[in-house]
Structures are given as structure tokens and as C-alpha cells.
């Protein structure tokens, strides 16, 4: 068996992406901390999950993030999957983040896309079926992805 532990993230505050990912997932804690060198540069990391998932921040990033309307390698999205799609929506609306995507309507699934405030984007996933040729359908859309706030 193969699955996706851990995504590391090179930030440039990790308080930022770390209060995003509370308001988002507020059963996720701090997993653990401490600090590192990388290449000759001290640096601070701190890992935020649950006892299985994690996402690593490090401080220090230097320079803007990619810009996701342009078509350079790196990463596009973190997608992850969701009980209640409305209440992370609500609880990331309430502290002031806007949407970035609202995901096409499908009638397996939800999706709704935020940038975090150092420019990584997230999706959340909320899957109407347990059935995975229901759940994994390609195409069936009834509308189109509608971009709000793309940074």
C-alpha cells in the first residue's frame, strides 16, 4: 500500500498558513516543532495534522509565490477531502478569506477552492457517494468552474 503522508511547504510565516489551516481544520493540531538547517540557512518547522496527515511548514521562504494563473511548473493545488464542505466554507468566510474557485456542479461531489496568505491554494473536496466509479466519474459537470479571486 501506497498513500500521501505529508506535503512539506516552504513559507514565508508559518503563523499565517497555520492560522488558515486552523480555521479549516480545527480537529488538526500541532503535531510538533523545532528547528532545522537547509543548506547552510537556519530555519523553523512546524508540522499540522492529525495522528495519520500532516502538512510541514517551514519559515524563510524568500520571494513570491507562483503564480497560480500562469503556466510555470510547480505546485497547482492542495486537494483535500472534506465531510462539510458549507461549514469550512462559512468558517473561512467568517475570518475574512474569499474564495478563490467554486468547483463545477457535479452530482458527485463539491468543491470550493481558497488562497491561503502565502499564496498556496487549497481545494476542498466534499464527495455526495461513497461509489467510487460515482465518486472518480470524469465529466457529468452541469456547469462550468467559476474563478473569483485568483491571485
Not at 6 to 12: A, Y
Not at 17 to 41: C, D, V
Not at 113 to 134: A, K, Q, R
Request: hydrophobic share 30%; charged share 30%.
Amino acid at each position: 500500500m501506497i498513500r500521501l503522508e505529508h506535503i512539506n511547504l516552504v513559507v514565508t510565516s508559518i503563523s499565517r498558513t497555520k492560522k488558515f489551516l486552523e480555521i479549516a481544520m480545527p480537529h488538526w493540531r500541532e503535531r510538533g516543532s523545532g528547528q532545522n538547517e537547509w543548506y547552510g540557512k537556519k530555519r523553523n518547522w512546524l508540522h499540522f495534522g492529525d495522528d495519520d496527515y500532516y502538512i510541514t511548514l517551514n519559515d524563510h521562504g524568500e520571494g513570491p509565490n507562483r503564480d497560480l494563473r500562469g503556466s510555470l511548473p510547480g505546485l497547482a493545488h492542495i486537494g483535500l477531502v472534506v465531510d462539510n464542505l458549507d461549514e469550512i466554507r462559512d468558517r473561512l468566510e467568517e475570518n475574512g478569506y474569499e474564495i478563490a474557485t467554486i468547483g463545477a456542479d457535479h452530482p458527485h461531489r463539491k468543491t470550493i477552492y481558497f488562497i491561503d496568505p502565502e499564496g498556496f491554494e487549497f481545494e476542498f473536496i466534499e464527495y455526495l457517494s461513497e461509489i467510487p466509479s460515482e465518486k472518480n466519474m470524469y465529466g457529468g459537470e452541469l456547469s462550468n468552474v467559476t474563478r473569483i479571486s485568483t491571485k
